[in-house]
Each structure stands twice: as C-alpha cells, then as structure tokens.
C-alpha cells in the first residue's frame, strides 16, 4: 500500500505544482517596490558600504602589520 500511496502524493503535488504555475502566469502583476526601487537601493548599499570601508581603511589610522621585509633590520648579535 505504501508505493499507492507514494505515487498518489507525487501526482497530487506535481498537479498542484502546475496548478499553482498557470494560475501565477496568467496575473498580470504590478511592480512592487522590489521592481521599482530594488537596484537602486542595491547600488546605493554597495556604494555607502564601499565608502565606508574606504575611509575606515585610509583615514582612521589603523596598524595593518604589514610586512616589515626591507624596513626592519636586524640587531648585532652579543655574545653572552
């Protein structure tokens, strides 16, 4: 009985599925603020975001601990 049921779900989901898709297809849909105003709050995001790192990374004076390779030389060795 178990395979007759699973293959009665599996039909009964795939034609919901496709119930579900030619109802959406027909609507005619209006642009919603996601349509309207969704890539410029994306660009404006990522420029402010930009920006920021930018003036966090120049202007507030972090040590980054960059490579001391040709501005560090070594001490003279004492012996002891």
């Known amino acids: 009985?178990?395979?007759?049921?699973?293959?009665?779900?599996?039909r009964l989901q795939v034609r919901?599925?496709?119930q579900t898709m030619a109802r959406q297809s027909h609507q005619k849909r209006?642009?919603?603020?996601h349509d309207k105003y969704?890539?410029?709050v994306l660009a404006g995001g990522t420029t402010f975001c930009i920006a920021t790192w930018?003036?966090?990374a120049t202007q507030i004076g972090i040590e980054w601990n960059l490579s001391p390779v040709g501005r560090v030389t070594p001490k003279e060795?004492?012996?002891q």
């Open 38 to 40: 969704g890539n410029a």
């Open 77 to 79: 060795w004492r012996n």
């Open 16 to 18: 919901s599925i496709q």
């Open 54 to 56: 930018t003036y966090v």
């Open 1 to 10: 009985m178990f395979p007759l049921v699973k293959n009665g779900l599996n």
């Open 30 to 33: 209006t642009p919603d603020f």
